[in-house]
């Protein structure tokens, strides 16, 4: 399709309330209860503000049509010969009574938003931690709970139909957590907490990404929110919560004592091995995520040694230096990383 | 209608004429270039000035454009990207849509309310000067890799000194320090010529719409930038001398900047609006062949949305933690500030409707403005709905919204402005067709560029993104916006051959090509260098349009040393009368001492202690009298 | 074209400078003043609003020491008298009045810059201890830089008026000079209270 057929019908989709771009993130496909009232006040002010365009519309088009032509030799009326003009008077009038009415209508319509978002039930809701950083996502379930607790990077897995909790913060940088098809965004603020709910209705993958510029990879911030039925969600928390399996053999075993012996186990934590530190993402699963480096990547091998080798060139100015590793060593870690399911 | 001059029946004699010539005229030499003090010259200069910014803005655009153009595209890297989109932001605000709009105020204002010269002429060529080094200040920084990129709004902690390391955000903060300098005193200038130099009978309520523009403008600037310059200083302290005004680690707070920056942001965009209001006042009145409708509703409309406009700003920060309650009052305020815009739009639409129209291209630019300004005021209205904002905020539906109100709203009916005025600052025409290709293309090629980027915004896009994955859906609209791009950039191409070709060997303009009904028409194209050889007396609204418009003259100003007469504030009775300075050489020199002492205080504090000697220096001197001119000034002087 | 009677002003007739609102002059230093006390107001808002963030207050801090804001203060509001003096004569275009007004108020302004200087040492906070610390010296430097201003413009014209042949318009420069001390005067007043105070009360 030609870009003008795809615009003109981007037009019409989003004329009708259909969309146009991909449906994992777009915020005119809702996919959870939030997400669904702004959609309906969405619509609202769509229909409002295009009732209120043609009316204007057709008044400027019709004053022009019926408007007699002059040119610069035309004797100019003044203030004296046009007198007090009533119909005039009362054409502004009655337009600027129908704009007050219309206005009243439309923050009627936000103000019942408001308080439909804020009504969200939160009853054995999920709490979920969020620490926006440059610039990637570190993710704390069931935070404050030693029993339940876990961590996980860039993706984000909830069950349909519960509510779920964010506790948004940042320990640099202003971010902003939107994921469009569950929930409006909200920032995240050094030296604050912002908390935002969200339920998911739709089962689905749904793509998010940092609203806030933050730098260097503002455009690569991105993460994924898996929205899944209660007893998958229930059976992937669990996983998440083991640690680290031992590795089951040589190579694997080759593999984590490269990790631990060079400079990756500076900064990143896997569960059930010594590493624990905290400046990058958590590891532990690292092999059960969809994607790599916040939504960068995909999730393969070929990109994990990319990303290992030559972070840099991915993510210019990401946080994580690159590491250049023997061959073999490099193909051990690897495997090593990718038994970490 | 007469084509001969209407102020100047008991003309002075040509010797007389030399005389004034003399006295307010800029002298030869560089030396004298730099002297002026000629409203006119550092209008004119401050036009072109702003002009130039607008391109460079405005190829930083086209650069974005191509970037954007494809999904992955590796044109230009996060690090070049980001200092792009901030300098293309920052010039577009700070160094072009506000400097403008007070450019022509200070051109044409002196001439609308006939005076001769600006008030505090010194000091208004003082704040070009001032502006224009800023703005090369800041272009040098970008060409040498340290420009900012931080975005024009450069929140911290990104913009502090732990993530912005370096200088970059220091020149984009000295820049701010520059402009507002620049801004502020512009503004007091601007007001007290409103105030105090009208032409006798010109009451508060003859003066012409685009006159209580500049000045419910300037008083609005009066008000909202000393936010920004706190703001920014306390940025730059908190960079260069380690205060805390914005770290949390310490009791700052990030949304201290935030509440800071909005009070004066929000306004800001006002600022440049409500000039443009003035414009297409004038330009209505004159191609419908009729005063405006309802004089008064589109005053106070003014300035009501002068008031309102500082009950606003957190409707750009819902999605921080804001109070709801608070929250819900923005939002109410924000449309209710739709009200009187609503209703100006209303009383221009009577006047078409009521007019006999000329359609030049003066108005078709103005008559842009009721399709793409509405198009963005509704979706402000979107945006002032909370939970609405949320979805779409730092998304290309906001990128969307504000161009579609900054160029409907203020770039279009300033080149219609341009169109308008042009023959009576250079005496040529612009040329008529070309002017057509221009406004075609720049209204289609706009629509093609934005438009799309509301289901941009919609579909999830992010604003200050330097690229964006193929598989999300973007990639089309990306590549349609792109296109509409390079028509701008074509008309506007077709815009600067039709300016430099006029102004070579353009159609020679008469006095009033146009038979328009305001003061500035009442002189020669171009006036000469005092203006009006005698300061008419007004009688209308509309002096130019009637016979009882202008009713008599003032004599008896000294020619030589230059003499202005004051008048009263309300109703505009002759008060007394004013020495003027002759052109002189230390506001330029006033203006490169301050410079020397913005510029240095990047690199260290103390440059502010040993800065402000010379600017001391430098300001005595501009103050202090000749011994000449005390002679001069106390043969003419009459005690009160 | 005919053209109604014209009616014509004689400029000549009209004084050359005038006292208060009608002259130019005024109004720029009204302009100014306006600006300026913008910046106070947010200076003073800032301070309360870093308040807000933190739940001691002075955090890691003594109250300033009052001696010597407080003597400052005094010695300002004494100012007035002498300013007032000076203006007066100015309107009335007493010439040696005049001189003897302009270089009292000279000496006030150096009295207030010293005493300034012993006040930035008696704050008991640096500028980057804290937020309160920059609040409180951002409160303190502003108006230093108004006082320093004042007494440059205030000793320039106190020499511009020794000079034997005086223009009228000078005696309306120290009119505004006199109403901008009244306004340096009188926004130190809250500034005083905010800074020596707002640490004290709870
Ligand atoms: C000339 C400049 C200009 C103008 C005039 C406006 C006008 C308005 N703007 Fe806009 N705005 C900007 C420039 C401007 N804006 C800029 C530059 C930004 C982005 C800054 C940044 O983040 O970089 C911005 C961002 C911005 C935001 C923040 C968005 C975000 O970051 O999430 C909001 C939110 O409320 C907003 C609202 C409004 C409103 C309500 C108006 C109103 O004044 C509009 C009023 C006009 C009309 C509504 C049309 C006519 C009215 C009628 C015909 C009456 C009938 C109407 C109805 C019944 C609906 N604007
Ligand atoms: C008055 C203000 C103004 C104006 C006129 C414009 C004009 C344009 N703007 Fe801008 N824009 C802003 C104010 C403005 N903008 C602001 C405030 C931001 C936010 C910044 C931030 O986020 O910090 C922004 C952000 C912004 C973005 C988003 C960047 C991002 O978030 O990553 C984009 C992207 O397309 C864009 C595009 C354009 C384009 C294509 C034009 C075009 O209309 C430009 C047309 C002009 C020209 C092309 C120049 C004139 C040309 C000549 C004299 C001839 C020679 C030129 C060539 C041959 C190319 N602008
Ligand atoms: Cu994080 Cu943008
Ligand atoms: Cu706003």
Redesign the pocket.
């Known amino acids: 399709m030609s870009a003008r057929l795809n615009f003109a019908s981007s037009v019409l989709a989003a004329l009708s309330g259909v969309a146009y771009g991909a449906p994992f993130q777009n915020a005119l496909l809702p996919a959870g209860v939030q997400a669904d009232h702004v959609h309906t006040l969405w619509l609202i002010m769509l229909g409002t503000c295009t009732v209120v365009f043609i009316a204007l519309f057709t008044a400027f088009v019709a004053a022009l049509w019926r408007a007699p032509r002059s040119t610069e030799e035309t004797p100019p009326q003044t203030s004296r010969t046009t007198g007090t003009e009533r119909g005039a008077t009362r054409a502004v009038a009655l337009g600027a009574a129908l704009s007050i009415a219309g206005l009243l209508g439309l923050l009627v319509a936000s103000v019942v938003t408001d308080r439909a978002l804020a009504g969200l039930p939160l009853k054995d809701g999920l709490v979920i931690e969020v620490n926006g950083q440059q610039w990637w996502w570190q993710v704390t379930y069931a935070p404050g709970d030693p029993s339940r607790t876990f961590e996980t990077a860039n993706e984000l897995h909830i069950p349909v139909g519960r509510p779920v909790l964010l506790k948004l913060q940042s320990p640099d940088v202003i971010h902003s957590f939107w994921v469009p098809n569950l929930a409006p965004k909200k920032d995240l603020i050094p030296g604050r907490t912002l908390t935002l709910t969200l339920r998911a209705d739709t089962p689905g993958v749904y793509r998010g990404q940092c609203a806030e510029f933050c730098g260097y990879q503002h455009a690569k911030m991105a993460f994924l929110v898996i929205a899944e039925e209660p007893a998958q969600y229930e059976q992937w928390a669990q996983s998440q919560h083991d640690s680290a399996k031992e590795p089951a053999d040589a190579v694997r075993k080759r593999g984590r004592q490269v990790f631990m012996e060079s400079p990756c186990v500076m900064c990143h934590a896997i569960q059930g091995t010594r590493a624990n530190a905290r400046t990058g993402p958590d590891l532990t699963h690292v092999a059960s995520r969809m994607t790599l480096a916040a939504g960068t990547l995909p999730n393969t091998r070929g990109h994990l040694a990319g990303w290992i080798t030559n972070p840099q060139q991915v993510k210019p100015g990401a946080n994580m230096p690159a590491v250049t590793l023997p061959a073999d060593d490099l193909q051990a870690l690897l495997t090593y990383l990718e038994s970490l399911k | 209608m007469s084509r001969d001059i209407p102020v100047g029946r008991g003309e002075p004699s040509p010797d007389e004429n030399g005389k004034l010539e003399r006295a307010w005229g800029t002298p030869p030499g560089l030396v004298g270039w730099l002297s002026s003090i000629d409203h006119k010259v550092i209008g004119y200069r401050f036009i072109v000035t702003a002009m130039a910014f ?2 460079a803005g ?2 930083l ?2 650069l ?2 191509l970037q ?1 153009a494809v999904p992955e595209n590796s044109l230009i890297g996060p690090d070049l990207y980001n200092q792009i ?2 300098m ?2 920052t010039t ?2 700070f160094l ?2 506000v400097p403008v709009m007070q450019a022509m105020g200070v051109y044409l204002v002196p001439l609308m309310v006939g005076t001769r010269n600006i008030a505090f002429p010194r000091l208004n060529a003082y704040a070009y000067w001032i502006y224009l080094f800023g703005g090369l200040m800041i272009y040098t920084a970008f060409a040498l890799d340290i420009g900012p990129d931080a ?2 709004f450069s929140y911290p902690p990104l913009a502090g000194p732990e993530f912005s390391p370096g200088k970059r955000v220091d020149f984009w903060a000295q820049l701010i320090t520059f402009t507002e300098v620049s801004g502020l005193l512009t503004s007091i200038v601007l007001i007290t010529t409103i105030l105090k130099l009208r032409a006798p009978g010109m009451t508060l309520d003859r003066m012409p719409l685009f006159v209580w523009a500049i000045l419910v403008t300037s008083f609005m600037i009066m008000f909202a930038m000393p936010a920004i310059m706190f703001a920014s200083t306390g940025l730059i302290t908190d960079r260069l001398v380690g205060t805390h005004f914005y770290n949390p680690a310490e009791g700052g707070d990030a949304m201290l900047w935030q509440h800071l920056f909005w009070f004066f942001g929000h306004p800001e965009v006002y600022i440049i609006f409500i000039p443009a209001l003035g414009f297409i006042s004038s330009i209505i009145a004159t191609f419908a062949r009729r005063p405006v409708f309802g004089y008064p509703v589109l005053v106070l409309s003014m300035i009501a949305t002068g008031f309102l406009g500082f009950g606003l700003w957190v409707h750009h920060m819902f999605a921080t933690d804001a109070p709801e309650l608070g929250k819900s009052f923005f939002t109410a305020a924000s449309m209710i500030i739709a009200i009187p815009t609503a209703l100006q739009i209303f009383c221009w639409i009577t006047t078409l409707w009521n007019g006999r129209l000329n359609f030049r291209v003066p108005l078709l630019f103005v008559l842009a403005f009721f399709f793409i300004l509405v198009i963005g005021g509704l979706t402000g209205i979107m945006l002032a709905s909370g939970p609405l904002d949320l979805q779409v905020h730092d998304t290309y539906f906001v ?1 969307a919204h ?2 579609y109100v ?2 409907g709203g ?2 279009f009916p300033l080149f219609g402005a341009f169109y308008y005025w042009f023959p009576k600052i250079t005496g040529r025409m612009l040329n008529e067709r070309l002017g057509r290709w221009n406004f075609w293309l720049f209204f289609i090629g706009f629509n093609v ?1 934005f438009f799309p980027m509301h289901h941009l915004g919609l579909y999830g896009m992010p ?3 330097y690229t964006y994955p193929a598989n999300v859906g973007w990639s089309d609209l990306n590549a349609v ?1 792109t296109l509409g ?1 390079v028509v ?2 074509v008309s ?2 077709l815009f ?1 051959v039709n300016v430099i070709r006029s102004y070579r060997s353009g159609a020679r303009s008469p006095h009033d090509p146009w038979s328009a009904p305001t003061l500035e028409w009442a002189t020669a194209s171009p006036p000469p260098v005092y203006n009006f050889a005698r300061i008419p007396i007004v009688a209308s609204r509309e002096p130019l349009w009637g016979p009882s418009g202008i009713v008599g003259r003032v004599d008896g100003l000294s020619m030589d040393p230059p003499e202005n007469l004051v008048t009263c504030v309300l109703d505009a009775a002759p008060d007394h009368r004013s020495v003027y300075p002759r052109p002189g050489i230390w506001p330029f020199l006033s203006a490169v001492a301050t410079t020397v002492l913005f510029v240095g205080s990047i690199f260290t504090p103390w440059a502010i202690v040993w800065g402000a000697v010379p600017v001391a220096i430098a300001l005595t001197a501009w103050f202090w009298p000749g011994k000449d001119e005390i002679d001069e000034h106390l043969a003419l002087e009459r005690k009160p | 074209m005919s053209r109604p009677q014209e009616q014509v002003v004689d400029a000549t007739q009209l004084p050359s400078y005038a006292f208060g609102n009608r002259s130019l002059m005024w109004w720029g230093t009204f302009g100014m003043m306006a600006i300026e006390g913008m910046v106070f107001a947010l200076a003073c808002i800032v301070y309360f609003y870093v308040r807000t963030r933190v739940d001691e207050w002075p955090p890691d801090a003594l109250p300033p020491e009052l001696v010597w804001g407080t003597a400052n203060t005094l010695l300002m509001l004494l100012s007035l008298v002498p300013n007032e003096w000076t203006k007066r004569a100015a309107e009335a275009e007493d010439l040696p009045k005049v001189r003897i007004g302009m270089w009292i108020c000279v000496g006030f302004g150096t009295a207030f810059l010293l005493l300034r200087t012993l006040e930035f040492t008696a704050l008991n906070v640096r500028w980057d201890t804290n937020a309160y610390g920059s609040a409180v010296w951002m409160l303190l430097a502003l108006h230093t830089i108004h006082v320093a201003t004042d007494f440059w413009d205030t000793t320039v014209l106190a020499v511009l008026m020794m000079q034997d042949r005086i223009e009228g318009k000078r005696y309306v420069d120290v009119s505004e000079n006199g109403m901008y001390w009244y306004f340096v005067v009188l926004a130190w007043l809250p500034i005083y209270a905010i800074i020596y105070f707002g640490a004290r009360v709870h």
Do not use: E, K, N, S
Request: proline share 0%; glycine share 8%; no cysteine.
């Open positions: 607008f391109a405005g190829i655009a086209a974005m454009r954007l989109f901030t293309h932001g577009m605000m072009f849509a975005g024009w990128v504000l161009h900054l160029i203020a770039v560029t604003r200050r993104v916006a791009a701008i950039a506007m191409l600067l």
